[in-house]
């Protein structure tokens, strides 16, 4: 099976979001109160968001960003993030309506494709019970909340093919980004070792890549 996947340079991003705004224009995923994640932290609670909640949305990526340190010699790194289209998904082995046996079969809920590896939800059988949501240890299926379906990152396929043929574009949030830190990998190799091996050179607090086997590896930081 030929497989997709993400290189990502943990030096390069400076987590300016481009990623996830260019996802969200190409995906036009629901934005609701932001286009963006945020927390209501004080104040009254509005309809819908009450007091530290996490505003209703739908993001296919996102940076998560983490501050270390004490002052003076404080930093702060960043991770751009979504679906791995990992090897063995946690998504589709816990979901009802989807056979982890026969992966490629696009009538299951969740279904990963023998063309390219790409891991996508069929929203016409997907429930929405939740239960991929609860097991991905990535975060990458997104409840919406108006169509009551589960949603996540598609590999931007209807850009990266046009009428079954390969385009020549690359997904979004990759064009995008504007300091090379995301960059899309033809020939992702879910058999590789050391700094090739799937998830290598995990930032701190990435799942064990060992769970899923994603189709994401690391350019770690330098010194």
Not at 83 to 101: D, G, V
Not at 138 to 158: D, L, R
Not at 163 to 169: C, Q
Not at 182 to 188: E, G, I, K, P, W
């Amino acid at each position: 099976m030929a497989q997709f996947g993400w290189l990502i340079d943990l030096d390069r991003c400076i987590g300016c979001d481009t990623c996830t705004v260019a996802c969200k224009s190409e995906n036009n995923t629901r934005p609701v109160s932001s286009p963006l994640k945020f927390k209501n932290l004080g104040g009254a609670p509005v309809l819908g968001n009450p007091a530290g909640a996490i505003a209703d949305h739908t993001s296919y990526r996102w940076v998560v960003k983490r501050q270390s340190g004490a002052y003076p010699a404080t930093k702060t790194s960043f991770v751009t993030s979504s679906c791995n289209h990992c090897a063995s998904p946690a998504c589709m082995a816990a979901c009802p309506l989807s056979n982890p046996n026969d992966p490629s079969n696009e009538n299951n809920a969740i279904f990963k494709r023998a063309s390219d590896g790409v891991v996508l939800i069929n929203d016409s059988v997907c429930n929405g019970c939740k239960q991929c949501i609860v097991a991905c240890p990535y975060g990458a299926p997104q409840f919406n909340s108006t169509t009551k379906k589960v949603e996540k990152c598609t590999m931007c396929v209807h850009r990266v093919y046009e009428n079954g043929v390969r385009s020549g574009l690359q997904p979004a949030c990759v064009t995008s980004c504007v300091g090379d830190a995301l960059r899309f990998v033809d020939n992702f190799d879910l058999a590789g070792t050391g700094n090739n091996a799937p998830g290598a050179n995990a930032p701190e607090g990435f799942a064990d890549p060992a769970l899923t086997k994603p189709a994401v590896k690391f350019v770690a930081p330098r010194p």
